[in-house]
């Protein structure tokens, strides 16, 4: 969808079939502008691929003879940037002039190899976000003609890279109530759209009545600061309910949504300002209890990846 008025019309095509990319790849494509007006004079005529995050702060205002004012305030700050300049001003030519017409400029960009996904919807915040801009730029008191596309980004992350992540692994707690659960997952990495599997063994030796026990994947984000927590599943345990047994042992598989998922990923990096981003999974285990104060949690980290091979 391009910007459209009755002066013009800016569109910006991909070679790609989808905005959606992986670190390293090359984000090609053309520039159409329509000037349906006589004639538009601009400075500059530039593309830019950028890179930010985009986080909430606050910041307080004293004042000496009232009360103190608290502002909200949607930082973005960008990490990654690059810039082509597509036409430019001839030795001592004050401003370009284009006419009423059909113009088009082809753009491509690489992007770095180690860059953090795109982290929630670009608008929202918090935000890892990306996007292409066209400008053509006229002065500092007129409206620049521009358009924006945003992109979706993924960070490789091949598991197959780190012996870790095909690992079996064991987690275990235990309550007040002397309630222990051990947790026994096949592996430690995965890929969307495959099963997580494992067993689970849950000792009672009070034999408190558990009602039902829930596995939930989480999706962890930090930008910044702040934290958001978005549940990709939940999902209740089948023949756990309302069970009083001293001993309860049970194999299990839950699979992830197969659609794209942000890979496990962490980044400090950025133009001058370090952006800290972490993305992480968790699959969390909650055993439900007649007694609240009986309820029992586990959350164990996994790591989602692009690849395994």
């Known amino acids: 969808m391009g910007n459209t008025n009755d002066r013009y019309y800016i569109n910006i095509k991909l070679d790609h079939p989808k905005p959606c990319f992986f670190a390293g790849e090359t984000v090609s494509g053309t520039v159409f502008v329509n000037i349906k007006s006589k004639q538009v004079k601009v400075k500059n ?3 830019e691929l ?9 910041r307080s205002d004293v004042q000496q003879d009232g009360p103190s004012t608290t502002e909200t305030v949607y930082n973005a700050i960008p990490f990654f940037n690059a810039k082509a300049i597509l036409e430019s001003r001839e030795k001592g030519q004050k401003e370009m002039v284009f006419c009423a017409g059909r113009y088009s400029w082809p753009f491509e960009f690489i992007l770095p190899c180690q860059i953090p996904p795109s982290l929630n919807q670009p608008t ?10 066209f400008v053509m730029g006229k002065s500092w008191y007129k409206l620049d003609l521009s358009q924006v596309l945003y992109l979706f980004v993924y960070a490789r992350v091949n598991l197959s890279h780190n012996p870790h992540h095909l690992m079996r692994l064991t987690y275990e707690s235990r309550n007040k109530k002397n309630i222990r659960v051990k947790v026994n997952l096949t592996r430690y990495g995965y890929l969307p759209g495959e099963p997580i599997t494992g067993r689970f063994e849950i000792e009672n030796p009070q034999q408190i009545e558990l009602n039902y026990i829930l596995l939930t994947l989480i999706q962890y984000y930090r930008i910044k600061r702040e934290v958001y927590a978005l ?7 089948p023949n756990v309910v309302n069970r009083t047994d001293k001993l309860i042992m049970q194999n299990f598989s839950v699979t992830i949504p197969s659609q794209q998922l942000p890979p496990s990923y962490s980044y400090s990096n950025g133009l001058g300002f370090k952006a800290n981003v972490e993305n992480s999974y968790y699959l969390k285990i909650d055993v439900i209890a ?3 104060l009986t309820d029992l949690e586990i ?7 692009t690849e395994s091979n």
Request: avoid cysteine.
């Open 290 to 292: 007649e007694d609240m």
């Open 124 to 133: 929202d915040y918090p935000h890892v976000r990306y996007f292409v801009k």
């Open 231 to 237: 549940k990709i599943f939940e999902t209740p345990m």
């Open 299 to 305: 959350e164990i980290p996994i790591t989602i990846g």
């Open 50 to 58: 950028q890179g930010e995050i985009g986080y909430i702060s606050t």
């Open 45 to 47: 005529v530039f593309i």
